[in-house]
């Protein structure tokens, strides 16, 4: 037998830092604030429904598309949050996940050779979904603001670094906001510049808004599909995963017109076909809990982000305060990969290094970033603070 190797399409696609720095924790004892998930259990109205469904029918396969009464909660919730209608039946799919929407959307829409206009740094997911369709992810930076204290301005880009990254192959920009790693909330005015190059250029648009409800005071999160001309063009992803603190679940889905959403469901039938029998009705309890639930998620979160920043301000690393997510960066003096190697040993705490958030050939432009997870219970905060003030 001829020796085996990982298929051309997946090279440069190694097991991610994460992992390193996951074991890393466990074998020095350090407080993981590497991996984004959360350390408390999800709303006991979600866990209650899932503990009921099993056991029960709802154990085999549900429908292709989902069950309806997930369908139903998503249509009913993009309605209130978005102000947008989707037909449950025709415009909404559940997927394994936020990660098979969009492995789904990509495998779904693309050619070999198209091309993705998307923004750097990127949630890691992105690239090897791109690069398993054949296709080729086209980088505009993000780049962040300049502070030696707390930084409270958000990351920004250069409109004309977006434009002249659409060429004629271009067919799609995957877009995530509230953006994971920086914290960042696209604005209106910076989805409009967004919306304004897709239909220009009648690309079709992928938004990961996983986010949509961990947004801090002062920012608010809006979807490019509501925005004018661009329901018809873009594929809405989001999951219960990070809404209803049960990432381990992967339950996601996508909203879009119908055209679009077959294309993803047509991938996504020999990906997964099905998943998560008994969570699904579960994320539907979930999506109906009232608007106080979501905003009491925010303050909550918003109250630990404040933590771990005044803590990394405190011992001396700028920090970039996040308007949205889990995540809070910082730039460390010299190398973010050697200085998250070294940390634990120094003062027992994980953080990841930004640089495998960029494209292979960009890793220089992360090079001195490293990322802290916030979402946290508050006593493990104060641990992590106080270890990394030593
Ligand atoms: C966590 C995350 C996902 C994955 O969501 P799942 O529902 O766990 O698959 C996708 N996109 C971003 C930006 C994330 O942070």
Redesign the pocket.
Known sequence: MSTPHLAARLQGFGTTVFAEMSALAVATGSVNLGQ?FPDTPGPPEVLDVARAAIGTPLDQYPPGPGLPVLREAVAAHVQRFRGLAYDPDTEVLVT?????A?AGALLGLLDPGDEVVVFEPL?D?YAAGIAMAGAVAVPVPLRPPVTDGVGADPWTFDPAELRSAVGPRTRLVLL?TP??PTGKVFDRAELELVAEVAREHDLLVVT?E??EHLVFSGSQHVSLAELPGMRERTLVVS????TFST?GW???WVCGPAELVTCVRTAKQFLTYVNAGPFQPAIAAGLGLPDSYFGQLAADLERKRDLLVAGLAAAGLPVVSPQA?YFATVRVPGDGLEFCRELPHRVGVVAVPMSAFYLAEHAELGLDLVRFAFCKRDEVLAEAVGRLSA
């Open positions: 984004g394994a996940g936020a990660t098979e969009l949630y997911s995530n953006h994971n990961d996983v986010y999951s219960g995963g990070k990432t992967k339950v996601g997510t």
